[in-house]
Nanobody, 112 residues
């Protein structure tokens, strides 16, 4: 059974940093494209970053240069390092495995 468990969210001031983690189980993690999405109140869920099995990455334009997605195929964990956070980054962040598998989400709030 596929399980994705996010952690690491919280309240941070503008300009601060957070690292999100997604612990994966129930499948061969190294064989799947993984991604982070986010959903702000009243908005659609948005792809933030993705990482292929070969390690290549892609990012939404709004986070390029500030966020870094990575994976540890030994620990079966997906990460999202978020720097220079802005209030517009406030959202629930979800880990995703293709196709259609989601974690429960972790809240990130950027506010002074």
């Amino acid at each position: 059974q596929v399980q994705l468990v996010e952690s690491g969210g919280g309240l941070v001031q503008p300009g601060g940093s957070l690292t999100l983690s997604c612990a994966a189980s129930g499948f061969t993690f190294s064989q799947y494209f993984m991604s982070w999405y986010r959903q702000a109140p009243g908005k659609e869920r948005q792809l933030v970053a993705g990482i292929r099995t070969d390690g290549r990455t892609n990012y939404h334009d709004s986070v390029k240069g500030r966020f870094t997605i990575s994976r540890d195929n030994v620990k079966n964990t997906l990460y999202l390092q978020m720097n220079s956070l802005k209030p517009d980054d406030t959202a629930v962040y979800f880990c995703n495995r293709a196709v259609g598998f989601w974690g429960q989400g972790t809240q990130v709030t950027v506010s002074s």
